[in-house]
């Protein structure tokens, strides 16, 4: 009972961080707030907000080879970020998401040999059908020019995430949770601050950009690494199907990227395989 009432909370709690993610563009898209610094907003944000609890919960001392794996995390995730949000401020949404969301497949295709968790009988079947679900939600949104070097960054990012979620599981041996999610995202800002240029104006990131890396940034992570401390790694990646989900219907209510009825199958599709593998034992 212990045991359900936990992979509950953590399947709950990975899937709220996925919605909350799929939001980005409401939060970034418009404000001139180039991706780079974007990335740097949300990570130092997170960070500040949960130190003062990732130093209340730190264990004992850790051996070298744990921070050197915790500076390979910040070295993954500062790539995910980067490529991410320049594929989101390009856009299309739809298609920058849609690359992205290679990285699940990638994530529940390797976790068996990385962190030698058993595969689930419906794992890959179901991550295959949510990636033919995400084909059909997005395939329906009208682009326009430039859409290839949007898919080459989000399909970079995934790479990068697929890395950063596989590699956050063998972490939990040595830090918590708070301590995983602030320690790694203050690494991974400092790695791109020699990318970053000039600062933009202040005012640019004090609105909508920082109330996203608040919500969505620092909630959201904290959500998915309490999340993930409790379900399977491949679990966690196919419920993050949500994000793609909801950011295809930010573009469309938000943005006017249309959908086709092909799209509205897709949607049904990539629900139903989250809930699939979610609900197997």
């Known amino acids: 009972m212990e045991r359900t009432s936990a992979t509950l909370l953590g399947t709950l709690a990975v899937a709220l961080a996925a919605i909350g993610w799929g939001t980005w563009a409401l939060f970034l898209r418009g404000t001139g707030v180039p991706p780079?610094?974007?990335?740097?907003?949300?990570?130092?944000?997170?960070?500040?907000?949960?130190?003062?609890?990732?130093?209340?919960?730190?264990r004992g001392p850790r051996p070298a080879r744990a921070w050197r794996d915790m500076a390979l995390?910040?070295?993954?995730?500062?790539?995910?970020?980067?490529?991410?949000?320049?594929?989101?401020d390009r856009g299309p949404i739809a298609l920058a998401v849609l690359t992205h969301y290679l990285a699940p497949v990638l994530v529940a295709a390797g976790a068996p040999f990385i962190l030698a968790e058993p595969l689930g009988r419906r794992t890959l079947p179901a991550a295959?059908?949510?990636?033919?679900?995400?084909?059909?939600?997005?395939?329906?949104?009208?682009?326009?020019?430039?859409?290839?070097?949007?898919?080459?960054?989000?399909?970079?990012?995934?790479?990068?995430?697929?890395?950063?979620?596989?590699?956050?599981?063998?972490?939990?041996?040595h830090f918590t949770g708070t301590e995983l999610l602030c320690y790694h995202a203050g690494i991974s800002a400092l790695l791109l601050l020699p990318f970053?240029?000039?600062?933009?104006?202040?005012?640019?990131?004090?609105?909508?950009?920082?109330?996203?890396?608040?919500?969505a940034g620092a909630g959201g992570g904290a959500l998915?690494?309490?999340?993930?401390?409790?379900?399977?790694?491949?679990?966690?990646?196919?419920?993050?199907?949500?994000?793609p989900l909801v950011a295809a219907l930010v573009g469309a209510l938000a943005f006017g990227e249309?959908?086709?009825?092909?799209?509205?199958?897709?949607?049904?599709?990539?629900?139903?395989?989250?809930?699939?593998?979610a609900l197997q034992k």
């Open 128 to 173: 295959a059908l949510a990636l033919i679900g995400v084909a059909m939600l997005l395939g329906g949104v009208q682009t326009d020019g430039g859409v290839l070097v949007t898919a080459l960054l989000g399909a970079g990012s995934a790479a990068f995430y697929a890395a950063s979620a596989l590699w956050s599981k063998k972490l939990f041996e």
């Open 258 to 277: 249309a959908h086709t009825p092909l799209a509205l199958v897709g949607a049904a599709l990539v629900l139903a395989s989250g809930a699939a593998v």
């Open 224 to 243: 998915f690494y309490f999340g993930l401390r409790r379900i399977e790694a491949q679990r966690a990646a196919v419920l993050t199907y949500l994000e």
């Open 196 to 215: 970053a240029g000039r600062p933009p104006p202040l005012d640019s990131m004090i609105g909508r950009p920082l109330v996203g890396a608040l919500l």
């Open 73 to 88: 995390l910040g070295a993954f995730d500062a790539g995910n970020y980067i490529l991410y949000f320049a594929a989101v």
């Open 36 to 58: 780079v610094w974007q990335s740097i907003l949300i990570l130092s944000v997170i960070t500040l907000a949960w130190l003062p609890l990732a130093l209340r919960s730190r």
